[in-house]
């Protein structure tokens, strides 16, 4: 299976602050990787797919770069509505994995 | 309004069956490909498996863990998933999400979640 790392897993960040979090891929996936937004008691939603493409309705101060083994998910300008935890997620082999998340919080 | 909503979850002993059921709307559901995913208490997320559309022949993939255990079905009549889960083991205690993707390999639309609680 393709072990997924993400870092930091916590992160504390203020609003306006601009936010990287960074995943690992533990082999090559190509581009084939979606980022995820998940509040406490929520369903994740999807951000990013295909490691750069925005999805559906996703503002512009996400964005996604990276290929191979490893990606980037910025959020230029952290706003109140994005404290939460994100997720990153192979596509390229089954199992489809899971980063173990980061927690972005005041 | 796109909308998936699971129904079938609760408090269930280990080795029993449940199906949860995932009913979409505000969508062409026949064109998807429906996942399902879990989440354990305090966890990431770990992905199940789902359901190819019909036009990619119904076939299925599943996660190691479930696999023989668990079975994805489609009711495109009825724009409802399935996911029977039989011989639960108190590790299979999760909230199940069911999604829906253009391909399967990453999720566009999800719903609420269901709570499954396998314990004696």
């Known amino acids: 299976d393709i072990q997924m790392t993400q870092s930091p897993s916590t992160l504390s960040a203020s609003v306006g602050d601009r936010v990287t979090i960074t995943c690992r891929a533990s082999?090559?996936?190509?581009?084939?990787l979606a980022w995820y937004q998940q509040k406490p008691g929520k369903a994740p939603t999807l951000l990013i797919y295909?490691?750069?493409t925005l999805g559906s309705g996703v503002p512009s101060r996400f964005s996604g770069s990276g290929s191979g083994t490893e990606f980037t998910l910025i959020i230029s300008s952290l706003q109140p509505d994005d404290f939460a935890t994100y997720y990153c997620q192979q596509y390229n082999t089954y199992p489809l994995t899971f980063g173990g998340g980061t927690k972005v919080d005041i | 309004e796109v909308q998936l909503v699971e129904s079938g979850g609760g408090l269930i002993k280990p080795g029993r069956s449940l199906r949860l059921s995932c009913t979409g709307s505000g969508f062409n559901f026949g064109d998807y490909a429906m996942s399902w995913f879990r989440q354990a208490p305090g966890k990431g997320l770990e992905w199940v498996g789902f359901i190819r559309n019909n036009a990619y022949g119904g076939t299925t993939e599943y996660a190691a863990s479930v696999k023989g255990r668990f079975t994805i079905s489609r009711d495109d009549s009825k724009t409802i998933a399935y996911l029977q889960t039989n011989s639960l083991k108190t590790e299979d205690t999760a909230v199940y999400y069911c999604s829906a993707g253009t391909t399967g390999w990453y999720s566009d639309y999800w719903g609420q979640g269901t709570l499954v609680t396998v314990s004696s």
């Open positions: 082999q090559s996936i190509s581009d084939w």
């Open positions: 295909k490691a750069s």
